[in-house]
């Protein structure tokens, strides 16, 4: 456009979250726009929150801390904190599976996988389980 002509603005409602360290554009109707190439968008944060959890069970299955509260004295953060994260071992291995690959709905995000969750694992899955599979 030349400096004469008129400005033509457009109006786009998106929004910009972050999700495993990552910006992603989530549409006006709430959907996650596709990413570029269909690539898997793993969200780092609870891959990181997984492993944790699981080399921490591993801590005190094998006796190195004797209780969470040890533990959590250990690695300088709160006992509450620690025993959210250690749920996440409970976790069926689809999720798992499903976290690790990059297939988890966008609604699954580590703060809605460390409240209380039903230990059966069929339980857990969501309704559309084709959605991790």
Not at 79 to 101: F, G, K, Q
Request: glycine share 6%; proline share 8%.
């Amino acid at each position: 456009m030349t400096a004469t002509s008129p400005m033509l603005t457009v109006h786009i409602p998106l929004t910009v979250r972050r999700r495993g360290g990552r910006k992603v554009v989530i549409a006006p109707d709430g959907t996650e726009a596709p990413t570029i190439g269909g690539a898997a968008r793993i969200d780092s944060t609870l891959v990181k929150a997984l492993a944790r959890a699981f080399r921490w069970r591993r801590m005190l299955e094998s006796g190195r801390y004797a209780t969470i509260d040890e533990l959590a004295a250990a690695e300088k953060i709160n006992a509450s904190y620690v025993s959210r994260i250690l749920r996440l071992t409970l976790l069926a291995p689809e999720i798992v599976e499903a976290i690790l690959d990059g297939r988890l709905p966008p609604e699954m995000t580590l703060l809605v996988l460390i409240k209380p969750f039903p230990v059966e694992w069929s339980e857990q899955l969501p309704a559309d389980a084709s959605q991790i599979r």
